[in-house]
């Protein structure tokens, strides 16, 4: 028994300590957990926790050793290695300084009674609910804290330096107040309100950082919204400038219309007079200015004719060749604005798709709607590397929004080296 204790457990808890904090910090990451790569690591962790240096160097090693895991095993970002890092041993190493103390202030009132038992007892109690709390509080990290992905890098600092703070500040107090090893024996004699400041300090050190960890939330989640806010507003300029290009259009058609009258009439003079080459090159001018009024994309809908036309402007610039199908309702509940929402973002993202292409590949984009009854069915398909791994960006959520706003839904398929967008909104034929 007193082997166990004294040599086989503390190896059984280091170990458990490691993979717990090594599965976690997988999660907070957002990969999955795949134990054929976490096992060298529990062995370079265990390792390290029972190397005979200061126990500060210990967690900084194991700090060290998250981001190795992070970094080359996971393929993660090296800023939120360093951050997850810091905070998954910060937590562990202030749950286990809560539950020392409490153990210590506890057995201080029955230590006479069987030392030696008392020790065991508090031991193994004290390490059980430490990876308790520690578990506890890495799920709601988990749950309502994590980390938003495209928060700028400048936020990660901000949390990162107060969190080296507590960890810096929480450890060397430990340190120096109980040294490498915490036993009964050796902090019996301390003066009894150091283990209740000790106790006072280690709990502050773990509510601070869940301060800290929801006002980086809210900052995260105010500069999101502010994105957003900013994109809407750039895509409401955008329409307004499609809605004056349109009428712009339509006004010179209908100059050319309301001047027809007189343009039969000269052709009519120019062929009875039997000049047919002026007539010719009257006719030919006639429909080099009526071409360059036609919108090149029919919709029914002048605004997002426009826009169809830049984009696919701008998709002819990259090789990019854009066609369209797309006939949009005559009279429906679905606003100028939601249609430019979801297309200008799903054409950007295409385009963009495109771009990536090696330059001797076919690139292309396709355009089209499906109605069925109330059912309105928008599709857009195009080239891209095969990669079926994407980030879910501002653009995409946008698109999202719109087909909630009119109860549909956004689905995204890829068949090869195709990609296709689909989204469906519930439509009302009234205007």
Known sequence: MTIWMDIIYPYFEAMLEISVMLIFFSKYLRKNVNFAKILPFIALGFIISTVSVPSLYILLLLIIMLILYGTIMLKADIKLCFLYAVLTVEVMQLCYGIFNSVSIILSSFLYHINPMALSYVFMILGSLLALCLSALCYLTILKYMKHKENAQSQYVMMILIPLLMIFTVSGYINYTFYGNSITIEHTYNLPYRIHFQML?????????????????????????????????????????????????????????????????????????????EKAKT????????????????????????????????????????????????????????????????????????????????????????????????????????????????????????????????????????????????IISKQP
């Open 200 to 276: 006072i300090i280690q709990t502050l050190g773990i509510i601070s950082i869940f301060v800290i960890l929801y006002s980086y939330q809210k900052l995260t989640d105010r500069f999101l919204i502010s994105k957003k806010l900013s994109i809407l507003e750039q895509q409401s300029y955008f329409q307004k400038q499609y809605v004056e290009e349109a009428e712009a259009h339509y006004k010179s058609t209908t100059s050319l219309r309301h001047d027809m009258k007189n343009h039969i009439l000269i052709i009519k003079g120019l062929l009875e007079n039997s000049d047919f």
């Open 282 to 425: 009257y006719i030919e001018e006639m429909n080099i200015t009526a071409s360059g009024l036609s919108f090149p994309f029919q919709t029914g809908n002048p605004v997002v004719n426009i826009l169809l036309e830049n984009k696919a402007a701008l998709a002819a610039g990259n090789n990019i060749t854009v066609n369209s199908s797309l006939a949009i309702p005559a009279k429906c509940n679905i606003s100028d604005m939601d249609f430019c929402i979801i297309l200008s973002n799903a054409l950007d993202n295409a385009i963009h798709a495109c771009k990536k292409l090696e330059p001797d590949r076919d690139k292309y984009i396709n355009i089209s709607g499906h109605i069925q009854e109330d059912l309105f069915l928008i599709e857009i398909e195009n080239t891209f590397s095969g990669n079926p791994h994407f980030k879910y960006d501002i653009g995409l959520t946008n698109i999202k929004l719109v087909a909630e706003k009119h109860s549909g839904s956004v689905d995204i398929s890829t068949d090869n080296n195709t990609f296709c967008l689909s989204v469906l909104l």
